[in-house]
C-alpha cells in the first residue's frame, strides 16, 4: 500500500498471514434494510438496503457527497440513522452496539494513529483498549500489513501509505468478520494500489468480508465482487461487476472487408442501433487495431445470421466481437453523467 518508499516488506502473500475462519460464502454478516437519514428538513439518505456475505469484497460506489460516508457512520454507530435497521452477525448496531460492533475493524476517512508514538506503541495503546489481544496477536497484524521493518519507528517518519497500513493493522487487532475501508486508495500512487488491492483480495481469500467505499469506478470494478452504486443519497443498483455492467447492453464490433456493404448489411436488421465514436466507453487500444470498425448494440442471437448473409452476399466478415461496456458507462445512465472518479 506504501506508493514510494523502498524501507518495507511488500504485502505477504495469504500463505504467511494468521488465519482467518473460513464461512458459509451466503452468510449474510452485514444487512442494511431501509435505512434513512434526515437532518433539519433535508433527508439525505433515501432508504438504502444491501446486505454483505462472508468471504465477499463488497463496493459502495458513488462520488465525492453522494452519501458514502453519512451511511459508514451510521454502519458503526458513529450517528444515528433517522429510521431503518443495521445489523452486523445478526445484533442490531444500534440497539446492540457492543455485541455487534466487536466485529467490525473500521477506518473511516483517515487512519486515527499518533504520530509522535511508533508504530507499535500505537497498535499497543489501542489494544489496551479491547479484550483478548496479547503481543503475539500485535506481532501477526504486523506482518499482516507488511509492517515489519517499520514497526518501531516513529509514525511521523511513516509515508500515507504506511501510516494507512497502520490503521489497517489496528483494525485487524480484534480479529473482525468485517473489514470497512472508506476511500482506502486515496493519496496512493498506481503500486499502492495495486497493493492495496492484493492484501484486501488475500484478506477476502481467508474468509473476510470486506466494505470498501471509492469513488474510483476502475478500482471498484477490479477489486470488488459485488458493487452498490449510490447517487444523492440513494441506492440506484445493487449486484455483481457483470451484472451490472450487463444491465448497461453489449456493444458487439464488426469488421468487414467491405466496409460500406457491411454497414448496408447490418442496417437492414430490426433492433439494431449503430454506435458513433463519441458515444461509446470502449477502450480506444481495442478499436485501434480495428480498421473501419462497426459498433453496434444489437440482440447477440442474431450474430450467426448475419454472418450467414454477408456469406451468402459476398461481403467478408473480418471479426466481429462482443464488447462489454465499463462500470463507468452504466454509472453515468444511472445518474444521467453525474461526475465520478
Known amino acids: 500500500m506504501h506508493p514510494n518508499s523502498s524501507n518495507h516488506a511488500s504485502m505477504p502473500q495469504p500463505d504467511n498471514s494468521p488465519s482467518i475462519p473460513q464461512k458459509d460464502s451466503h452468510e449474510v454478516i452485514m444487512s442494511v434494510r431501509d435505512v434513512k437519514k434526515k437532518i433539519g428538513r433535508k433527508m439525505i ?8 456475505r ?31 435497521d443495521i445489523s452486523i452477525c445478526g445484533y442490531n448496531v444500534h440497539k446492540d452496539p457492543e455485541n455487534a460492533l466487536k466485529h467490525i475493524g473500521c ?10 508514538m511508533g508504530g507499535w506503541e500505537n497498535l499497543e495503546h489501542f489494544a489496551r483498549m479491547q479484550r483478548g489481544i496479547d503481543e503475539k496477536r500485535i506481532r501477526e497484524v504486523v506482518s499482516v500489513v507488511g509492517l515489519d521493518q517499520r514497526i518501531h519507528d516513529k509514525v511521523k517518519t511513516y509515508s500515507l501509505g504506511m501510516r494507512q497500513r497502520l490503521g489497517i493493522a489496528q483494525a485487524l487487532l480484534g480479529r473482525p468478520k468485517l473489514l470497512i475501508l472508506d476511500e482506502p486508495t486515496n493519496g496512493l500512487d498506481p503500486k499502492g494500489i495495486k497493493e492495496l488491492r492484493e492484501f484486501v483480495r488475500m484478506l477476502a481469500s481467508q474468509g473476510m468480508s470486506l466494505f470498501i467505499s471509492s469513488h474510483l469506478l476502475s478500482e471498484i470494478q477490479l477489486m470488488c465482487d459485488r458493487v452498490a452504486i449510490i447517487s444523492q443519497g440513494r441506492v440506484l443498483a445493487v449486484g455483481t461487476v457483470d451484472e451490472l455492467v450487463n444491465q448497461a447492453g453489449t456493444y458487439v464490433v464488426w469488421q468487414f472487408d467491405q466496409p ?16 458513433g465514436e463519441d458515444e461509446h466507453q470502449i477502450d480506444e487500444g481495442l478499436l485501434s487495431g480495428l480498421k473501419d470498425a462497426i459498433i453496434t448494440m444489437m440482440p447477440l442471437e ?15 466478415v473480418l471479426s466481429v466481437q462482443r464488447v462489454a461496456p465499463t462500470l463507468e458507462e452504466l454509472f453515468l445512465k444511472m445518474t444521467e453523467g453525474e461526475s465520478i472518479g
Open 45 to 52: 439518505i433515501h432508504d438504502v438496503s444491501f446486505d454483505v
Open 107 to 116: 477506518i473511516v476517512e483517515n487512519p486515527e494513529v499518533y504520530a509522535y
Open 302 to 316: 442474431r450474430i450467426p445470421f448475419i454472418v450467414e448473409r454477408a456469406v451468402q452476399d459476398g461481403v467478408g
Open 54 to 84: 462472508s468471504g465477499e469484497i463488497f463496493g459502495f460506489l458513488g462520488p465525492n457527497g453522494s452519501g458514502k460516508t453519512t451511511t459508514i457512520r451510521m454502519l458503526v454507530d458513529l450517528i444515528k440513522p433517522t429510521s431503518g
Open 260 to 275: 460500406e456493404a457491411g454497414r448496408a448489411l447490418l442496417a437492414g436488421e430490426p433492433n439494431m442501433t449503430f454506435i
